[in-house]
Structure formats: structure tokens, C-alpha cells
């Protein structure tokens, strides 16, 4: 029984020591678990623009995975997340519009894919009466090999294939989830260049009265 008793008394006295080693080894392991999935499986992105209203807003949080591009192209009508081909560093959500050796063209607005005219999302619209050329009339358009033509929801204020051109396949980043938070930036918003100045406008909107969260966005589907 004091043999027991003793051996007892000595795991006692190493599990103070045990404990902060553990607790170091455990977070390092979550630290490099965050860092292997950001790398390889998920990855948080934000809205800094109009261009995909009304189907994803200024201040909307999506989650994207990274997998799925990896085993197939994008599908005609998928949101894509993807480096923006012509300025390093940016990255872009769109709508993908058409795939390799599809044409693409738009008349007075209205889009054809392969001589079909194809209809706006279903939160999508258009936001100028004006016709301008390039952005309201476009091609046609025969989309290079191993590319995609990508257009935002917001026809009429978006920057996109029509005037950068085709996004290439390995410029794909991921394919949007999810919205798991949604914050109205208020007038601000229309200010936003770039994905920090969203963080800027969101520490003031985070003290905003009344709660300025869209409570109703969260967990929305992307499609």
C-alpha cells in the first residue's frame, strides 16, 4: 500500500511539469493543424466590392476549400475564388461564365454562352440604363485552353474577363462554402480598394448601435 502510495505521490509532482509541456506541444500542433489546412483545405475570405451583388455583399465573410480544383475545372455558373490574373497579390471572386474553347459574347447586355443567352443569377442585376462598349457589348469570344471567362453578379459594376481577359486554371484558389459572417460596413463600404480596408471600416461598424451583423446572411450557401 506505501509503495502505491509513493509512486502516487511522484506522478503528482511531475504533473505540473508534464502539464506546461503538454500545453506548449498542443498549441504548437493547433498552430501547425491552422497552418496545414489554411495551406492545403480552408481558407477565409472577404467581399471588399459590389461586384457580385446582390448574391455576396460588401462585408460578407466566406469560407472557401481548396481541394476541388485540384481534380476538375470549374463548372459553368460556380462562384470561384482565383488570383487576379494580370496584378500579384489580389485575389478575386467571381462567377465562372464559360470554360475552354467555349464563346462567349454580350449584346446590348445579355450574355451568350455558345450562341445560348444565359440569365442572370437569381440575385444578380444590372445597375446602369447605359450601354457602353466592351462592358455591355463583348466579342464574340472563344475562351483560351485551360481557362475560365469569369463575370460578377453586378453586370454593370464589375471589372472582369471582359477586360483583363480569360482567368487561368492555376490561378484558381478555392471554391466558396459558406458566408459565416456578415457585417453592414454602412456608407463606407463603397470606399473600400482593397480586402484591409474592409478591417478598418469593420472595427468602427463592430461598436455600431444597432448590432450592424446580418444575422440572416450567416451560414448562407454559395452558389
Known sequence: MTKKRDE???IVKLTPGKRKLVSWVSF???IAIALILRATMIQAFT?????????LLIGDFLLGEKI???FR??????VIIFRHPRIPGRDLIKRCIAVENDT????DKILYVNGEKVPLPAEGKYSDPRIFPRRDNFGPYVVPKD????MGDNRDNSEDSRFWGPVPLENLK????????SIDLGPEARTIQKSIDIYRVLLKRLFHFPPAIRIRRIGLIVH
Open 47 to 55: 467581399i471588399p466590392s459590389g461586384s457580385m451583388e446582390d448574391s
Open 73 to 78: 475545372a470549374p463548372y459553368r455558373g460556380e
Open 174 to 181: 478555392a471554391r466558396p462554402l459558406f458566408v459565416y459572417l
Open 8 to 10: 502516487k505521490e511522484q
Open 28 to 30: 504548437a500542433l493547433a
Open 147 to 150: 481557362c475560365v471567362f469569369a
Open 68 to 70: 476541388t480544383y485540384h
Open 104 to 107: 462567349v459574347e454580350v449584346r
